[in-house]
C-alpha cells in the first residue's frame, strides 16, 4: 500500500471554471494557460477538463508535443517564445503558434525555413519589465515581423504585473495602445485577474491561469467568493499516528509548539517533500474528518501534526483535508506567505495523483 496521501485532479471544476471565464470574457477566445505541467494538476489529467477552451497557453516544447499527442488540434501557444533556431523545427512540426518579444527571435525567424507560415503574438512591455518591446520600439518590431516571410498572422500581445491590485491596469493599457496606435491586429492582453477586474481588457484573446484551477488571482479568497470557481485539485492524507501531549509537552522538531494544556495530536503523512511547505505557521487551517483544526508544530519532512481538540472522536485513518474542496489553497498558501500557484505548482512527484 502506498502512503495515504494523494492529490485528486477534479475534471468537472475544471470545465465549470473555464466556463466562469467565459461568461466574464463572453466575447474573447479563451488561452487556457497550463504551463508548469497545468499548475502542478497535470497536463493529461486538466486536459479533458479543458478541452472547450479556444487554445492553450504554456511555455515548454515537449508539453506542446504531449498536447498534440493528447489529440489537441487546436491553437497552442508558446508564451515564453522559443530559444534556439532548432526550436523553430518544433513550433513548424506541431503548428504552434509562438511569442516573440526580441530582435533575437526576429532573427531567428528570419532565417528559418518553414514549412508553412508560423502565427506569432507580438509582445509589447507595457509595464511589467521582463519581456518584450517597449511601446516606442513595438512599431518598428512590428514592421520588422510583417517583412518576415515565414510569419502569418501577428497578434498583438501584453501582460499586466498589477491587474489584481491597486495599481491596476490603466498605465499599461495607455502605453499598449499608445505603441500599437494604427496597427491592426487581434489583441491579447488579460491575465485571470484582468478577466476578472478589468473588462475593458478582454479584446480578442484572454489568457487565464489560475481561475481554471479555482484560486484567486490575488491570493485573496474573498475576491473570489460567490463567483462559482470550484476547486480543481484536492490534496487529502490520514491520520497515521495519534499522541495524546501533556501540559508542557513539545511537539516536532525545535519544540516549536509547547501544549498549554493536554491535548490530543493527530501525526499526518504529508510533508515538505510532498510540497507541504515547511514554512506553513503554526494555526494554517487543516480539515479532520470535515470538521476545521489547524497545523501545530514545524512541519516535517514526510509528516506534520494538528490539533484534534475540535474533533476527538479522529484517530488513525481519519480523512485529512489538506486543501481542496472545503479548504482553499489560498488560505493555506496565505498561512505560509504565498500564493495558490506555489503551493499547486510545487506538489511533488512522490505523490499519486488522480482525476476524478
Ligand atoms: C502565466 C501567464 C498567464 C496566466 O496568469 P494567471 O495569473 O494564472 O491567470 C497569462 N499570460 C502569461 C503571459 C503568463 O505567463
Redesign the pocket.
Known amino acids: 500500500m502506498p502512503r495515504p496521501l494523494s492529490a485528486t485532479i477534479h475534471t468537472a471544476a475544471l470545465a465549470n471554471n473555464l466556463a466562469v471565464a467565459r461568461k466574464f470574457a463572453p466575447k474573447s477566445r479563451i488561452?487556457a494557460?497550463v504551463?508548469a505541467n497545468a499548475?502542478g494538476h497535470g497536463l493529461a489529467r486538466a486536459f479533458p477538463g479543458l478541452r472547450a477552451t479556444d487554445g492553450f497557453?504554456l511555455l515548454d516544447l515537449e508539453e506542446a508535443a504531449k498536447l498534440r499527442e493528447l489529440g489537441w488540434a487546436g491553437p497552442i501557444l508558446l508564451?515564453?517564445g522559443f530559444f534556439r533556431p532548432t526550436d523553430i523545427d518544433v513550433i513548424d512540426r506541431y503548428s504552434l503558434t509562438t511569442?516573440v518579444h526580441c530582435d533575437e527571435q526576429l532573427r531567428m525567424l528570419e532565417m528559418a525555413r518553414l514549412s508553412k507560415p508560423v502565427n506569432i503574438q507580438l509582445k509589447m512591455n507595457s509595464g511589467m519589465n521582463r519581456l518584450g518591446y517597449t511601446p516606442e520600439k513595438f512599431r518598428v518590431a512590428w514592421e520588422r515581423a510583417r517583412a518576415v516571410q515565414g510569419v502569418g498572422q501577428i497578434t498583438l500581445m501584453t501582460?499586466f504585473p498589477d491587474a489584481d491590485g491597486p495599481c491596476g491596469i490603466a498605465h499599461q493599457l495607455e502605453a499598449f495602445e499608445r505603441g500599437t496606435e494604427g496597427i491592426a491586429g487581434a489583441c491579447s492582453l488579460s491575465?485571470?485577474?484582468a478577466?476578472l477586474w478589468h473588462p475593458d481588457a478582454h479584446f480578442d484573446w484572454v489568457?487565464?491561469?489560475?481561475?481554471l484551477y479555482g484560486a484567486s488571482?490575488s491570493g485573496k479568497t474573498a475576491d473570489i467568493a460567490d463567483i462559482g470557481l470550484k476547486s480543481a485539485m484536492t490534496l487529502a492524507s490520514e491520520i497515521i499516528a495519534v499522541q495524546t501531549v501533556e501540559t508542557g509537552q513539545s511537539i516536532g522538531y525545535g519544540s516549536t509548539y509547547v501544549a498549554a494544556k493536554p491535548t490530543k495530536i493527530g501525526v499526518v503523512a504529508c510533508g515538505y517533500a510532498d510540497g507541504y511547505p515547511r514554512v506553513a505557521s503554526e494555526g494554517t487551517p487543516v480539515i479532520v474528518e470535515g470538521v476545521r483544526t489547524q497545523l501545530v508544530g514545524r512541519v516535517s519532512m514526510d509528516m506534520l501534526t494538528v490539533d484534534l481538540t475540535p474533533c476527538p472522536g479522529a484517530g488513525i485513518g481519519s480523512r485529512i483535508e489538506l486543501w481542496g474542496a472545503n479548504l482553499a489553497i489560498d488560505e493555506v498558501a496565505s498561512s505560509c506567505g504565498t500564493i495558490g500557484?506555489e503551493l499547486m505548482c510545487a506538489i511533488a512527484q512522490r505523490v499519486p495523483v488522480c482525476a476524478e
Not at 207 to 211: Q, T, V
Open positions: 488561452w494557460v504551463k499548475y497557453g508564451l515564453e511569442a501582460h491575465n485571470s485577474a478577466v489568457r487565464p491561469g489560475i481561475i488571482p500557484y
